[in-house]
């Protein structure tokens, strides 16, 4: 199903084409404490 031509319609039905044979689970974000945590600077000790 390759093409010369790329369009965004074409596109969009290959991804989900993908999605449904592949039958993904959807993303979960983090949570809010877990990203305020990931964006301190680490703790060390001298």
Do not use: C, H, W
Request: glycine share 2%; no cysteine.
């Amino acid at each position: 199903m390759l093409s010369v031509v790329k369009t965004d319609e074409i596109d969009a039905r290959m991804i989900a084409m993908y999605g449904e044979k592949m039958n993904l689970a959807p993303f979960k974000l983090p949570s809010d404490s877990l990203m305020v945590l990931k964006q301190k600077p680490p703790y060390y000790v001298n």
